[in-house]
C-alpha cells in the first residue's frame, strides 16, 4: 500500500496514455543535485528504451512533494525530501533542452483528475494525495489554484491539535502527523503490543497496519480509526471552506479496504459538513490511482496554452 518513496519516471502523450515507465529509491540523502541526476540518467533509459532521442520530447513535467514555482521551476520548500531553493526546472532544462513544467506533486494530480479522470466537466475540485505525507491540489475554474503566496493546498499542514505532534515542517499538530503514511507506522510501532511477532518480519508498512485493524486487532483499529477522523477534519474544513463540487483520493494509503477509509470518511463528511453541501459533495477514490501525480505533470504544459 504504502512503499518506500519512490520516483516514477514516465512516457505519456498528450492526452496522459502512459507507453511506459520506470521508478527508482527517491534517496533525499544523497541531495538535489544527485537525485535530479539520478531522474535525468532514467529519462534517457525510459527514452532509450522507445527508440527515441531527447530532441525529440515535447517537455518534461515534474511534479514535486513540496512548495514549487510553477513559473520558475524552483522548489521552494519540500520538507520531507529536504529541498529548499532547488532550481529542478532549470537543471533539467539545461540537461535535456526542453521546456520543463514543475508543480507540486498534489497539483499535478488534480490536474489530472480534472482533465482526464472522475472530475472531468466539473469547475472545482479537489484531489487529496494520502501517502507519506499528505497534500492536495486544486482545480478552480479550469485553473491550478497555487494561492497569492503559492502555497494552496497544504491540507496536511491543517492545524488539528495545538502543540500536538512535531511534524517535518517544522510546526506541531499537523494532520500529517497523525494520519500521514510516516506517522501511522511510527504511531503503530509505539502502540501496538508484540508488532513484530503479529506480522512476523521485523518491518512494517501501512497495509501491515491495516491488515491488522481488518483482522480485529484493537490497538490497530483504534489508530486507522483516528486516522479517518483527522482527514475526515481536513476535508470538512476544506469543503466549508471551498465549495468543491467533488474530492478525489490517492496514494498509497488510498487503497486501504472501503470499510476503514473512503465509507467512514464519507459518513464523517456526511455528518458534519456544512448542511447545504454535505450531501451534494462527492467523495471518490481517484480513477487514475498512484499515477495520477505522473499523468498531471505530462499534462502541464496545457496550462500554458
Known amino acids: 500500500m504504502l512503499e518506500e518513496p519512490t520516483i516514477k519516471v514516465g512516457l505519456l502523450d498528450e ?3 502512459i507507453f511506459c515507465q520506470k521508478r527508482l529509491a527517491t534517496q533525499p540523502e544523497l541531495g538535489p543535485e544527485a537525485v535530479i541526476g539520478n531522474i535525468a540518467e532514467v529519462v534517457r533509459a525510459v527514452l532509450s528504451e522507445r527508440g527515441m532521442k531527447p530532441d525529440q520530447m515535447n ?3 515534474i511534479g514535486v512533494p513540496g512548495t514549487t514555482d510553477a513559473d520558475t521551476g524552483v522548489v521552494i520548500y519540500a520538507p520531507n525530501i529536504f529541498w529548499r531553493d532547488v532550481p529542478v526546472g532549470p537543471m533539467l532544462h539545461s540537461m535535456f533542452g526542453v ?5 507540486q ?3 499535478a494530480a488534480a490536474w489530472a483528475e480534472y482533465l482526464v479522470g472522475k472530475t472531468q466537466g466539473l469547475g472545482s475540485v479537489a484531489c487529496i494525495t494520502l501517502g507519506t505525507g499528505i497534500g492536495c491540489g486544486l482545480v478552480f475554474d479550469g485553473k491550478i489554484f497555487h494561492g497569492a503566496m503559492n502555497t494552496a493546498g497544504e491540507f496536511g499542514h491543517q492545524l488539528v491539535e495545538i502543540d500536538g505532534n512535531s511534524c517535518n515542517c517544522g510546526r506541531k499538530g499537523c494532520i500529517e502527523t497523525y494520519a500521514g503514511g510516516l506517522a501511522i507506522v511510527r504511531l503503530a510501532k509505539e502502540r501496538i503490543p508484540n508488532l513484530w511477532e503479529l506480522l512476523g518480519k521485523d518491518t512494517v508498512a501501512v497495509d501491515d497496519v491495516y491488515r491488522l485493524s481488518e483482522q480485529g486487532n484493537p490497538q490497530a483499529r483504534k489508530l486507522t480509526d483516528e486516522v479517518v477522523k483527522y482527514i475526515g477534519i481536513g476535508m470538512v474544513n ?3 471552506l471551498t465549495s468543491v463540487e467533488m474530492i478525489c483520493i490517492s496514494g498509497g494509503i ?3 479496504p472501503d470499510a476503514l477509509l473512503l465509507d467512514p470518511l464519507v459518513a464523517f463528511v456526511r455528518s458534519r459538513a456544512y448542511q447545504t453541501v454535505a450531501d451534494r459533495v462527492q467523495i471518490r477514490r481517484s480513477a487514475l490511482g498512484d499515477n495520477a501525480p505522473l499523468i498531471g505533470a505530462s499534462l502541464l504544459f496545457r496550462t500554458r496554452l
Open 59 to 61: 517537455s518534461i513535467g
Open 99 to 103: 521546456p520543463v513544467y514543475a508543480t
Open 238 to 240: 476544506l469543503i466549508n
Open 15 to 17: 492526452r496522459g496514455s
Open 105 to 107: 506533486d498534489t497539483r
Open 254 to 256: 488510498s487503497n486501504a
